[in-house]
């Protein structure tokens, strides 16, 4: 604001007032005005040698903290409205002002009053009408207990600048006043404040005010703020922040959204579209998105096809002939032949899948909340043993009898002991006759991993709810219902509070079973085969959740409550194979000994440095389609940092008790930091301007705006 070293002057922030669901009147911390105050009066006596100048000093308080006024003034309380209330007689937010009627000067051993008639009456002003826009200042995120803010720490940051957000106000440059049977002329120097103002876009007729908004001659405001923090974004709109953030092992996010229910419907029905239609599912379907992060993400396709594995021994069949009382080839000899078995390999096609999102699945009977977080594609996790296919086959012979049919006649029967004739079957031969050549063969499968198709085909990822429930599954994601359990309910037409961090510091290890056939593996217990994992953090609504109600990818009985591994992981960690051998009589003649030789599942990945990239809200180009309806009313975003959301201080730092945005300056003193980025007030929304330390201050012109995005009311409030 404008300057000048005559001017003794302090600022007083006026908090706005709202009425709650009861109808009762409470602060609005997020709406308020600025006024300048005047600290001294300057009067001048006499003239020539006898000219005397007297500074008298305005106390506006009986403390320096701004609580006990001085009774030394008679006021009459103005209340102030935004222009644009629907309902001036019940608006959504207004402040009260105390506008002086007359002070009381102690000037030596006299006391000296001034009455200052405010009224529309009042004519004998001389006043300049200015328009009072909303800038951002140097003490919004603390501003001091009281109000009271003194001159020298307050400035306005010119490039917030927000015209949508006004009053016109009345400043004075002279006023009449009298004293006995004279009357005297009094300017006020206000010129600078008058200079630094706008002019406003519509005239008033003589005599009107409020508006222009009418105070005493010692108030001027100079900045307002009506409290807009959120915005509503309408369909297929979205903002982009212009700054990328870089990656972090560690990442932290505050966010407040409120979804309408015709949107969390759209989703549904857009699901339920897709379920039917038996095509790829396009990114983000079933999905109201809140924010986006990075680029498109895309996985391999692959086929299922069958390869030569190894050499199958040829196979001569016999039946008993009774006129030559033995056994009788059947047919022509099968040959070897080779051994086809199936195994997945990649083509030459992509699918696109989800990028990283926060948003509201839709797909299932509640709407619920959804973390999707996707890794760079090349930080590939090593996979062993999971989904094997047969890589070798071996068989001890090559050749093979199946001896079959049988009948009898009384000079001729068949070698089959207990067995009536005629019946096929030799199963049950007590003891066979030197006619009968009975085979013992050994096959042996050797088995090797096909997990690098199957759960390699796409880039790890970290999610909250499992995949299947809104399709975009691959068969690395077959979960119990254990798994499936969980999840934050979204409550549609009301505001909600998401505190997200993840910390990728640790590797993720799990191991799966490798039974001999015979074992079996208690389920849902993965933590129990995790040695190492990445951790998350979530609080929904000011409660801290942890293991399954903060992700079905919690490994469950794991030590860390905040334990989280990648879908990968998770799958393996209760995956079963097993190493068998077993000799079985297959009626036919032979004894076979069936070997498979399978691994034991592995996974071991160390997680690279998450890439936000470019952030968007709610989703950017290519997937605008999918954006819906959606309220935010704030967004912080922190590289490199975590916390401990089970302590009640910690969430304050973001959410108040009674359900509000808590000031910024909490966070960032709790976080040792401000946010990288950070987009707060409808202002800032409209225009994707990002305030956080990314952003350049001296040139921050935003970002890209796409679509329709609208202030909205309520500001954010937990069940509002």
């Known amino acids: 604001m404008a300057d000048d070293d005559e001017r003794k002057t302090h600022i007083f922030r006026v908090i706005g007032k709202t009425l709650d669901e009861t109808g009762e009147v409470v602060d609005e911390p ?28 305005l106390k506006w308080y009986l403390d320096d903290a701004g609580k006990v006024p001085n009774p030394s003034r008679e006021t009459t309380m103005r209340k102030i409205i935004p222009p644009d209330e629907e309902n001036p007689d019940k608006p959504s937010v207004w402040f009260e002002v105390d506008t002086i009627d007359r002070i009381k000067i102690q000037d030596a051993d006299q006391v000296i009053y001034h009455s200052f008639d405010n009224s529309a009456e009042n004519m004998g002003r001389k006043v300049a009408v200015r328009r009072i826009v909303n800038y951002e200042t140097t003490v919004d995120d603390d501003y001091p207990e009281g109000g009271v803010i003194p001159k020298e720490d307050y400035q306005k940051k010119a490039a917030t600048k927000d015209k949508e957000q006004y009053l016109d106000f009345e400043f004075v440059q002279k006023r009449a006043f009298r004293d006995a049977d004279q009357v005297y002329a009094i300017s006020y120097k206000n010129q600078p404040l008058i200079d630094a103002a706008e002019m406003p876009d519509r005239s008033y007729s003589p005599g009107q005010i409020n508006p222009p908004w009418r105070l005493d001659p010692l108030q001027n405001i100079v900045n307002v703020n009506f409290g807009s923090l959120a915005v509503e974004f309408f369909d297929e709109s979205f903002i982009e922040i212009p700054q990328i953030v870089p990656p972090s092992k560690k990442m932290f996010w505050s966010i407040w959204f409120r979804a309408p229910a015709e949107s969390l419907a759209a989703a549904k029905a857009e699901f339920e579209a897709w379920r039917e239609s038996g095509t790829d599912r396009a990114p983000l379907t079933g999905v ?39 056994w009788r080839a059947v047919g022509t000899t099968t040959p070897s032949r080779p051994d086809q078995e199936p195994h997945w390999v990649f083509n030459d096609d992509n699918r696109n899948i989800d990028p990283s999102y926060i948003g509201i699945d839709c797909s299932g009977d509640v709407a619920k909340l959804s973390v999707n977080l996707v890794m760079p594609g090349n930080n590939r996790a090593t996979i062993e043993g999971s989904f094997p296919v047969i890589a070798d086959f071996e068989s001890s012979t090559d050749a093979m009898g199946l001896y079959g049919s049988v009948s009898a006649t009384d000079s001729c029967t068949p070698p089959v ?19 009968l050549p009975f085979n013992d063969i050994t096959s042996t499968y050797t088995y090797e991993s096909n997990a690098d198709v199957v759960m390699g085909c796409r880039p790890e990822t970290f999610r909250t709810l499992p995949a299947d429930t809104i399709g975009d599954i691959n068969l690395g994601e077959l979960l119990t219902d254990a798994a499936r359990a969980g999840g934050q309910v979204v409550t549609p037409d009301k505001w909600h509070n998401l505190l997200l961090w993840i910390d990728l510091t640790n590797s993720c290890s799990s191991d799966g079973t490798l039974g001999d056939g015979t074992t079996v593996v208690q389920r849902d217990t993965e933590g129990t ?152 007030g409808s202002a800032n929304w409209k225009k994707a301007r990002n305030t956080g330390t990314l952003a350049d201050p001296n040139n921050n012109l935003g970002g890209v705006v796409v679509g329709q995005v609208e202030k909205f009311k309520p500001n954010p409030k937990l069940g509002k």
């Open 417 to 435: 002991g207990n067995h009536s004739p005629g019946d096929g079957s030799i199963c049950d031969l007590a003891h066979h006759y030197g006619v």
């Open 288 to 326: 109201v998105p809140i924010m986006m992060s990075g680029s498109s993400r895309t996985a391999r396709k692959f086929d299922f096809v069958v390869r030569d594995v190894g050499m199958l021994p040829s196979i001569t069949s016999y039946s008993w002939d009774t006129g030559i009382c033995g």
């Open 30 to 57: 997020s709406a308020y005005i600025d006024i300048e105050r005047s600290e001294y009066f300057k009067l001048v006596e006499g003239s020539g040698p006898d000219w005397k100048q007297t500074n008298v000093r």
């Open 529 to 680: 085969r995790t040695s190492s994992a990445c951790r998350m953090g979530i609080a929904f609504d000011d409660v801290n959740l942890t293991r399954k109600a903060m992700s079905c990818y919690w490994p469950t009985g794991y030590s860390d409550p905040n334990a989280i591994l990648p879908v990968n992981g998770y799958y393996v960690a209760g995956d079963v194979t097993h190493s068998t051998s077993s000799t079985t009589d297959d009626c036919f003649g032979n004894n076979i000994t069936l070997v498979e030789n399978r691994q034991r599942p592995k996974f071991r990945y160390s997680p690279a440095a998450f890439a936000p990239g470019k952030v968007s809200f709610p989703a950017a180009a290519p997937f605008v389609d999918m954006s819906k309806r959606i309220e935010m009313g704030e967004a912080q975003v922190f590289t490199g940092v975590t916390v401990d959301f089970s302590q009640q201080n910690v969430r304050r730092a973001f959410i108040t008790k009674d359900g509000s945005p808590a000031p910024l300056k909490k966070a960032s003193d709790l976080l040792g930091k401000k946010p990288e980025i950070l987009v707060h």
